[in-house]
């Protein structure tokens, strides 16, 4: 809350992810060499001012502040509506406005930001107004809802609710084999079962993820989170209390989950790069652990006829 003069704001919080970056951007070093998060971020930057630059009378100003780094800038809109209102206004019986003075009228001026700060090995982004759709194929999807098993437990009212409508997957299954076919791109992105998930976290959960109370608020007071590909807090925060709680946001990407929000877990969730999968499935076959496979698909019968044939 407020202490004094502190501006404070409310923040939609993404995370960058890499992998994906290397598919949209150009990146020579290597993340073990020296300078590789200073050249993700300035990538991230430039190609934000690249797309500005492609826009009617765009005006943008860049941004470094407490280990924040990122760019404010402005953009003009037409409303999907202006041919309506260009025919009322140019043709009212009250009085004629001439067409460039309602084009000029009409124009939308719309103010948003990018805020870029890294911790650790992770670079996390904040952004406002049309910010997020700068970025939007270079973070971490789901990443808000991913953290919701790490600060809430399953014995949660709200958690308890979602399992019981079957928000676990499209697929959704408790056997160990699925013997049906399986959209793996369908099932892993949440965004085709719910569009985000709207919770009501009390002070011990508030807590976890750094954010912190005055002595003045009730012991009951509660707060509102979104989570989506990004969290939201609607809470008004100062940035050194943004900064707190993206370290501890940080520290919780790393903690155990208390229950599983998804049955197909991602691999970053398991520290694996998605480029790094077809090299594990050859090493986990090689050394014949078999038990790390599971067998799907219509003809799951024949998969096990015809293995038990070539291995006598």
Known sequence: MNSGNVPEAQFSIYRIDFERISEVMTITKKQTQKGYYEEIKNAIINLTIKKLHEKLNAEYRKVKYLGFEGIVFKTMHKPIWQDVIIHMLSSSESKKVKKNEINQFLLNVNVSYLLIYKIGKSIYAMTGGYGSHYISKIIDRNFGLYLIPKIIKIDNPVIKQILQNNLTGNQFSMQKANRQA???????????????????????????????????????????????????????????????????????????????????????????????????LKTLFTEKKYKAFELVGDEYVNYIVYAAAKCQ
């Open 182 to 280: 399986t959209n793996f791109l369908i099932e892993q992105d949440m965004s085709s079962i719910y569009r985000q998930l709207n919770i009501e976290i009390d002070r011990e959960i508030a807590q976890k993820l750094g954010i912190e109370f005055d002595e003045n608020e009730a012991k009951n007071k509660k707060v509102n989170i979104i989570n989506k590909d990004s969290l939201v807090i609607r809470r008004n925060l100062s940035l050194s209390q943004l900064i707190n709680i993206l370290k501890r946001i940080d520290k919780l990407t790393k903690a155990k989950d208390n229950f599983a929000l998804n049955y197909l877990v991602p691999a970053r969730k398991m520290n694996y790069k998605n480029s790094e999968l077809f090299s594990i």
